[in-house]
């Protein structure tokens, strides 16, 4: 593990109460290892205990989870990194574990799923909103977790640098997910200890609020990671729409051999063409789409694999020797 490059990013705002002991738990999981906590502009001094910690310590001024692992991922340079919160949930004597998995099975992301070590760590909220976005998210993306929403996750270099961050807020875990299903990416989940926050610490996640936000990120993803669906199920229901309001006038004109309802016959051409419209924007968009998704795998195969029985030497040409690369007889 020390032949690698690992960065620990602990994204903080007002974590004054438990991130001293948060880093010291990963210095000692993690001696090789640089830790990253970046200071969400917090208004205690969770910035000076993390430096008084050994932590390098940067300074994020736009509030929000994702405007911070933007900027992490922008800034930070290694092989593997691993993401966790500043607030004490997380287990950090198991990322030797979940690095390990990572590099022996050759992946890009391990997910540590949550575990509730106490009933007051999960809330029942919490509990069923990740259950019905990280379903909704299987049915509409594929799937590949069951707890998608989880804050500790052991990246490859590979990974963080073929994904473009768009979210602010704490939809970020959301959005890395999509990504690792859109590119069909190797990932694994391995259940952690998920323990309960100190008493002087308050959770930053509203539940109503942040829980909508995120529900609408997924419906911002499908539009652009999956255009046909989106759009085809919206030109369906106005197909459909179209038909229920053409029955009478179909009716009209069974009984009595006119159309009398003029103004509602225009309404079903309008919605028809419209639903014909919307149906060709949608492919254009799977088109743009796929121009996308090629350009991040671009990105993504230009890093190497965190795997180092998949590093190779270079082949040199020897001066005033030609270097045989095939076997002689290969064209028979």
Request: net charge positive; glycine share 6%.
């Amino acid at each position: 593990m020390s032949a690698f490059r690992i960065a620990v990013l602990l994204p903080c705002y007002n974590e004054a109460a438990s991130i001293a002991k948060v880093v010291a738990a990963f210095k000692e999981a993690l001696p090789t290892a640089s830790i990253y906590v970046y200071d969400n502009n917090s208004t205690d001094n969770t910035a000076e205990e993390a430096l008084s910690a050994g932590a390098i310590v940067r300074r994020e001024p736009n509030r929000g989870k994702g405007n911070v692992v933007r900027r992490m991922f922008s800034d930070i340079e290694a092989d593997i990194y691993v993401m966790a919160d500043g607030d004490e949930t997380y287990d950090p004597a198991v990322a030797p574990e979940l690095i390990h998995k990572l590099v022996e099975e050759n992946l890009d992301m391990v997910v540590g799923s949550r575990v509730a070590t106490d009933a007051q760590s999960f809330r029942s909220g919490h509990r069923f909103g990740n259950r019905m976005l990280t379903s909704l998210v299987k049915h509409l993306f594929g799937y590949a977790f069951e707890d998608m929403l989880s804050g500790y996750r052991i990246m490859s270099r590979r990974f963080i640098k073929s994904f473009p961050i768009h979210s602010h807020g704490f939809e970020i875990e959301t959005e890395m997910s999509v990504h690792a299903l859109q590119l069909h990416l190797p990932v694994a989940e391995v259940p952690t200890k998920y323990g309960v926050r100190p008493e002087d610490s308050q959770s930053k996640l509203r539940t109503y609020r942040d829980g909508f936000r995120i529900l609408f990120t997924i419906i911002n993803l499908l539009t652009t990671e999956r255009p046909r669906l989106f759009y085809g199920l919206l030109a369906l229901l106005l197909t459909l729409l179209s038909f229920g309001s053409a029955v009478p006038i179909f009716y009209d004109f069974h009984v009595t051999g006119e159309v009398k309802r003029f103004p509602t016959a225009f309404l079903c051409l309008g919605l028809v063409l419209l639903a014909m419209q919307v149906l060709v924007f949608g492919f254009l968009l799977h088109s743009v789409r796929r121009g996308r998704v090629e350009m991040k795998r671009l990105a993504y195969l230009v890093q190497k694999s965190p795997d180092e029985r998949s590093c190779t030497r270079p082949i040199r040409r020897k001066r005033g020797k030609n270097v045989r690369i095939f076997p002689r007889g290969w064209r028979k």
